[in-house]
Each structure stands twice: as structure tokens, then as C-alpha cells.
């Protein structure tokens, strides 16, 4: 169990780093943006 948990947790871990890089980048269209009329 925990050697399957391992490589879930990395998983996790760097497909969040890869969102936080991607917003960092610039928002995305599908968002909202405050300028919509």
C-alpha cells in the first residue's frame, strides 16, 4: 500500500507544480474575466 501511494503522491505533487506554473504564465480563457460585459 505504501509503495503504491509513493508514486501517487509525486504524481500529485508535480502536476500541481505544473498548475501553479501554468497560472503563473497567465490566466486561462475559459476564466472569468471582470472586464465582461
Not at 509513493?6 to 476564466?31: C, D, Q
Amino acid at each position: 500500500m505504501l509503495a503504491r501511494r509513493s508514486p501517487l503522491r509525486s504524481v500529485a505533487s508535480h502536476h500541481n507544480t505544473f498548475i501553479v506554473t501554468y497560472k503563473n504564465v497567465g490566466p486561462r480563457p475559459t476564466e472569468p474575466t471582470p472586464a465582461c460585459p
